[in-house]
């Protein structure tokens, strides 16, 4: 059985820090792409941020230099670092494990999401 379990979330004020842990299990997780998303309140999910099986790394536009992306392979874990969260960072984070092969479809599991609230 797959799961994805994500952690780290809560409210912090703006300007503050928190790290986001996604712990796999039920995979060959070194082999998978893992991402964070998020959802905000009325707002479609985007993808914020995602690591690659050789750490390539992507981030969107309104993070970058804020937030890094990181994983533990020997650990099964991947990681969401954040700085300078602003109210606009505020939602429900989740945690995306990806599986691209030639000539296979994709395999994608989600994590159950966390919340994370930015405000003074």
């Known amino acids: 059985q797959v799961q994805l379990v994500e952690s780290g979330g809560g409210l912090v004020q703006p300007g503050g820090s928190l790290r986001l842990s996604c712990a796999a299990s039920?995979?060959?997780?070194?082999?998978?792409?893992m991402g964070w998303y998020r959802q905000a309140p009325g707002k479609q999910r985007e993808s914020v941020a995602t690591?690659?099986?050789?750490?390539?790394?992507d981030y969107v536009d309104s993070v970058k230099g804020r937030f890094t992306i990181s994983r533990d392979n020997a650990k099964n874990t991947a990681f969401l670092h954040m700085h300078s969260l602003m109210p606009e960072d505020t939602a429900v984070y989740y945690c995306?494990?990806?599986?691209?092969?030639?000539?296979?479809?994709?395999?994608?599991?989600w994590g159950q999401g966390t919340q994370v609230t930015v405000q003074g």
């Open positions: 039920g995979i060959n997780f070194p082999i998978y792409t």
């Open positions: 995306n494990a990806l599986l691209q092969r030639a000539y296979f479809p994709d395999t994608d599991y």
């Open positions: 690591i690659t099986l050789r750490y390539d790394t």
